[in-house]
Antibody, heavy 121, light 110 residues
Framework: EVQLVQSGAEVKKPGATVKISCKVSGYTFTDYYMHWVQQAPGKGLEWMGLVDPEDGETIYAEKFQGRVTITADTSTDTAYMELSSLRSEDTAVYYC??????????????WGQGTLVTVSS | QSVLTQPPSVSAAPGQKVTISCSGSSSNIGNNYVSWYQQLPGTAPKLLIYDNNKRPSGIPDRFSGSKSGTSATLGITGLQTGDEADYYCGTWDSSLSAAVFGGGTQLTVL
């Protein structure tokens, strides 16, 4: 069974950094991209970026460029998303999701269960 | 403001059919494939349609997708109360070099 299991909820102070993990099982980690998607409370889905686990190459959304770092550890089949300089607007559920290598025909499947990050002083 | 435009909400009675539109541009829907996602309350999104009109295994044929020009449509027939969810379209935007989503459509089955 293909599964993405994310790390648990986090509470952070403004200005801090959060790092979330996404452990893959059931498929070859390097065969697909890994994406991260943000969903603020009551809001829609916002794509943050992706990593190619095969070579570590990344593409980031302009909105998060400079604050987000997405990495992949092929020794543990785990992807990570680190978001720095946290502010209250970063309070959201963050999802990892597997994506096809053909980017113009991209889809997200499956998704992790989501990790709630709360930013509060 | 989302790059792709969806109606905020749609509703229909059980057993009826509903369509959800997703409008974009030549840099996204017009030249790339569209996927659709269902998000039940409190859960992660789930892939419903990929490559404009294909269903992953396990997705009933009550769900269908189509694309014409710079717009895409999700159709759901034989509506059930269990279909009440938020639905999102998504694609790649070649100008932004980014994946983009619609703002989401809340489906109510009256």
């Amino acid at each position: 069974e293909v599964q993405l299991v994310q790390s648990g909820a986090e509470v952070k102070k403004p200005g801090a950094t959060v790092k979330i993990s996404c452990k893959v099982s059931g498929y070859t980690f390097t065969d697909y991209y890994m994406h991260w998607v943000q969903q603020a409370p009551g809001k829609g889905l916002e794509w943050m970026g992706l990593v190619d686990p095969e070579d570590g190459e990344t593409i980031y959304a302009e909105k998060f460029q400079g604050r987000v770092t997405i990495t992949a550890d092929t020794s543990t089949d785990t992807a990570y998303m680190e978001l720095s300089s946290l502010r209250s607007e970063d309070t959201a559920v963050y999802y990892c999701a597997t994506g096809r290598r053909m980017i113009v025909a991209n889809w997200f499947d499956p998704w992790g269960q989501g990790t709630l990050v709360t930013v509060s002083s | 403001q989302s790059v792709l435009t969806q109606p905020p909400s749609v509703s229909a009675a059980p057993g009826q059919k509903v369509t959800i539109s997703c409008s974009g541009s030549s840099s996204n829907i017009g030249n790339n494939y569209v996927s659709w996602y269902q998000q039940l309350p409190g859960t992660a999104p789930k892939l419903l349609i990929y490559d404009n009109n294909k269903r992953p295994s396990g997705i009933p044929d009550r769900f269908s997708g189509s694309k014409s020009g710079t717009s895409a449509t999700l159709g759901i027939t034989g509506l059930q109360t269990g279909d009440e969810a938020d639905y999102y379209c998504g694609t790649w935007d070649s100008s932004l070099s980014a994946a983009v989503f619609g703002g989401g459509t809340q489906l109510t089955v009256l």
